[in-house]
C-alpha cells in the first residue's frame, strides 16, 4: 500500500490488489496511512493455484482493474 500512496503522489494511477483474507489489514493499514488507494480483493487463497486458476483469478478481476485505473 506503501508504494501505491507513493505512485499516486507522483501523478502514477495505481489499484491495490490482494487476496479477499486481508480485507480487514488493509483497511486498517489504510486508516493509520490516512491513504485510500483504489483496491480490487480476488479470491483466496492464491498460494498453491494452478496456472489454469491464476489466469481465471485475473480474468475475474481485469475489467474492474481497467475501470478503476481509467477513472
Known sequence: ?????????R???????ASNQFVDAADAQSERLGFSPANVFVSHP???????????????AIDELVSLLTE
Open 11 to 17: 501523478g502514477v494511477p495505481g489499484v491495490f490488489v
Open 46 to 60: 492464491i498460494q498453491d493455484r494452478t496456472d489454469a486458476e491464476m489466469h481465471a483469478i485475473a480474468d475475474d
Open 1 to 9: 500500500m506503501h508504494d501505491i500512496a507513493d505512485f499516486e503522489r
